[in-house]
């Protein structure tokens, strides 16, 4: 079957830390170029943050750019998302998907709040 599974969202103190993890299954993971989406309540789907096959090509939207880091783990078909100095506008469902949408998971919840 092919699918991403999410993990690692929770809820965090603002100024924390979070990782989520993409497990990914059923295709060539190693040769995706990858990326995380988020949505918050009431909005629509921002772009986070991708990443090519080889790692070698990523970027980051401004409102995340030194704050979060993509990687990945072919031997593991594992994709990563390290959030730090999160934010309460950080708050919304993480999505990882295939660069082209064609898979996608199911989110992680992730809230930021005192």
């Known amino acids: 079957e092919v699918q991403l599974v999410e993990s690692g969202g929770g809820l965090v103190r603002p100024g924390g830390s979070l990782r989520l993890s993409c497990a990914a299954s059923g295709f060539a993971f190693r040769w995706a170029d990858m990326k995380w989406v988020r949505q918050a309540p009431g909005k629509g789907p921002e772009w986070v943050s991708r990443?090519?096959?080889?790692?070698?090509?990523?970027e980051y939207a401004d409102s995340v750019k030194g704050r979060f880091t993509i990687s990945r783990d072919n031997a593991k078909s594992t994709l990563f998302l390290q959030m730090n100095s999160l934010k309460s506008e950080d708050t919304a469902v993480y999505y990882c998907?295939?660069?082209?949408?064609?898979?996608r998971g199911q989110g992680t919840q992730v809230t930021v709040s005192s």
């Open positions: 990443i090519s096959s080889d790692s070698e090509n990523i």
């Open positions: 998907a295939t660069r082209s949408d064609t898979i």
